[in-house]
């Protein structure tokens, strides 16, 4: 019997304490604030300058989105063409897509600090003869935005 009380309660504690992402989590004007990825298990931030850092998504109520990508180096910033697309959470993800194009895959974490993290989704591990493109396709980066 205690057993039973034992699973019965780290799967309510488990559910009460899980991360759930709706809609309200993510629409907003959302910037740049650190991106990186991990490497054995640590995160290993990339050196960014202002203008990389002015990358950003815009995420309606609507459906819509518009991501903002910059390049370039201090003083000499140049922003790409803005991608327009529709967004939609699926799981704990969100999925950026056009028609049956997905763009981007993201798993969203909700930070304490308000800000979020999107992290590379990877459906299925990808196994290679080369070993060094195996290991850079598997690679999970992640982006922490802001909410301005």
Do not use: H
């Not at 309660?9 to 907003?28: A, E, R, T, W, Y």
């Not at 910033?77 to 803005?82: A, D, L, M, R, T």
């Amino acid at each position: 019997m205690k057993k039973i009380i034992l699973i019965l309660l780290i799967l309510f504690s488990s559910k009460m304490f899980s991360q759930q992402l709706n809609p309200d989590n993510v629409i907003g004007f959302w910037k740049l604030q650190e991106s990186g990825f991990y490497e054995n298990g640590k995160k290993v931030s990339k050196e960014f300058d202002d203008c990389r850092l002015m990358r950003n998504y815009t995420i309606w109520d609507n459906g819509y989105s518009i991501y903002n990508y910059v390049e370039g180096s201090n003083g000499n910033c140049f922003p790409s063409e803005p991608r327009l697309t529709l967004w939609r959470i699926v799981d704990n993800r969100i999925q950026f897509y056009i028609d049956d194009y997905i763009f981007e895959d993201r798993i969203v974490k909700i930070n304490q600090d308000k800000t979020i993290t999107f992290e590379t989704y990877i459906d299925k591990k990808i196994v290679d003869s080369d070993k060094e493109f195996e290991k850079i396709a598997n690679t999970i980066s992640y982006d922490i935005l802001r909410k301005q």
